[in-house]
């Protein structure tokens, strides 16, 4: 199957809030902690010491310039112990579409959402401890074009050491063509004959604004060894 591909988010605009200690979701929003820079291209959000010594927790709420279906976030920092992605509007978050914990920093975390949120919210609860940094917020869309389709075969499937098979190919919405191990050729369609001196299996990977498919083909050679020569013998095995 092709690989589903994803545009990362850069037209927002990032605010953060205090979190209110014991307020429900929707959160009272309080004003912002610090200073945010673009959400996208150059995060950074961390929490300075509380003189009273209470961590009452913080809101990163993202807005977009119209609704968008986010499928995909990552998060880089430190000293975050857990947090909860939402979507909504201008009024707060709605509905928890993640929670996360530390084990996921910095991965791409895939959620399923099928709504169009004009709002994202992150939601740490509470600061685990003085000094947290989030230094990279990302959130991505899953790309709408078709995906690419391929095909791949060989033919024949099996030759003798020194002959040749001929590798055929097509795709559809597709931009780019590469094989492994290279054959010499990266058409969108095409073949190609090959002499592969010992059982090799080629993949090709064909890229679109999709998505990406591969697909493979095996060519098994028979060694010269293994054709020998055929003896008959007669009944007193001469």
């Known amino acids: ?40 291209t150059s995060t950074h959000w961390g929490w300075p010491l509380d003189t009273s010594g209470s961590f009452p ?9 119209s609704p968008e279906t986010v499928t995909k976030y990552r998060i880089v920092g430190v000293n975050l112990g857990y947090w909860f992605l939402y979507g909504g509007s201008s009024t707060g978050p709605s509905n928890q579409l993640h929670s996360g914990v530390s084990s996921n920093l910095g ?22 401890e003085p000094g947290y940094s989030i230094t990279e917020l990302e959130y991505y869309v899953p790309n709408t074009q078709a995906p690419p389709t391929a095909s791949f075969s060989a033919s024949p499937t099996t030759i ?5 098979s001929t590798l055929t190919w097509s ?22 004959t090959i002499s592969p001196s010992s059982t090799t299996t080629y993949t090709m990977t064909a890229t679109g604004p999709g998505g990406t498919i591969s697909k493979t083909a095996t060519v098994t050679v028979n060694s010269a060894a293994g054709k020998g020569v055929t003896y008959v013998y007669d009944a007193l095995g001469r």
Do not use: C, H, W
């Open 107 to 128: 991965q791409e975390i895939t959620i399923t959402n099928t709504t169009a949120y004009l709002y994202y919210y992150l939601v740490l609860p509470n600061v685990p």
């Open 171 to 192: 795709t559809t919405n597709a931009t780019s063509v590469s094989f492994s191990p290279s054959i010499g050729s990266t058409a969108l369609n095409g073949s190609k």
């Open 1 to 40: 199957a092709s690989a589903q591909s994803y545009t990362r988010l850069t037209n927002g605009t990032a605010s953060t809030f205090v979190l209110s200690a014991g307020d429900p979701l929707p959160p009272s929003m309080l004003g912002p902690v610090e200073n945010v820079f673009d959400s996208n």
């Open 57 to 65: 927790g913080l809101v990163i709420a993202f807005s977009l310039p």
């Open 160 to 164: 003798n050491q020194g002959a040749s």
